[in-house]
């Protein structure tokens, strides 16, 4: 890490106050002074040891998780909207053709299983 006398102090990895994010910032900071293809590179100190969180947040990160994952919903909805589908042509309703909502149909759906209840109970 490149400093200079223009920095103000907080930007300094000694003014943080927890010492093991001081500790941290200087391993993944640090940058070689030493002349290698022409122009300074950042590298790690030690070989940088990522938590299952970060782990996961970086595969997510990636174009093919992402169009994979998109693909997964995709047919999940489609299953979930084929399975509305099916229970809205088993309800009876006064213009048989009529669009209901998702709700609706949940709600008509109780509905029709107390009214059969009851038939069944009389």
């Not at 001081?22 to 391993?27: G, I, R």
């Not at 909207?81 to 009876?92: D, I, Q, S, T």
């Amino acid at each position: 890490m490149m400093l200079s006398p223009d920095q103000p102090d907080s930007d300094h990895p000694w003014a943080q106050s927890d010492p093991e994010s001081v500790l941290n910032e200087m391993k993944v900071g640090c940058v070689s002074d030493e002349p290698g293809d022409g122009e300074g590179k950042t590298r790690a100190i030690a070989p940088q040891t990522l938590s299952r969180e970060e782990k996961r947040r970086r595969r997510r990160a990636t174009a093919k998780y992402r169009s994979a994952h998109a693909t997964r919903e995709r047919i999940r909805v489609e299953a979930f909207n084929v399975a509305f589908a099916e229970l809205r042509k088993l309800l009876p309703t006064l213009p048989p053709d009529k669009k209901l909502s998702k709700i609706e149909i949940l709600r008509l759906a109780i509905c029709y299983i107390s009214y059969l209840n009851h038939v069944l109970d009389v």
